[in-house]
């Protein structure tokens, strides 16, 4: 079951008052960071694992064409 509007102003003002609105703002901008690095990561595995595919291919043309020669 989802909390309510008022449970969840409840548990934002907790949060507030535990560690502050400085320290809100640094675990904020630290999860985006972790979050942008993630994606960036995976990425650039999906490049790398394209250009393997590209490879591959490359390769296999290269054959046939000698083949048909």
Do not use: C, H, W, Y
């Amino acid at each position: 079951m989802m909390p309510g509007p008022f449970e969840l102003i409840i548990i934002l003002v907790i949060v507030l008052l535990l560690f502050g609105g400085k320290r809100l703002k640094d675990i904020g901008g630290d999860l985006g960071n972790a979050i942008k690095g993630f994606k960036k990561a995976m990425k650039e595995s999906t490049d790398s694992i394209n250009n393997k595919d590209d490879i591959v291919e490359a390769k296999i043309i290269k054959k046939e064409i000698k083949q048909e020669k």
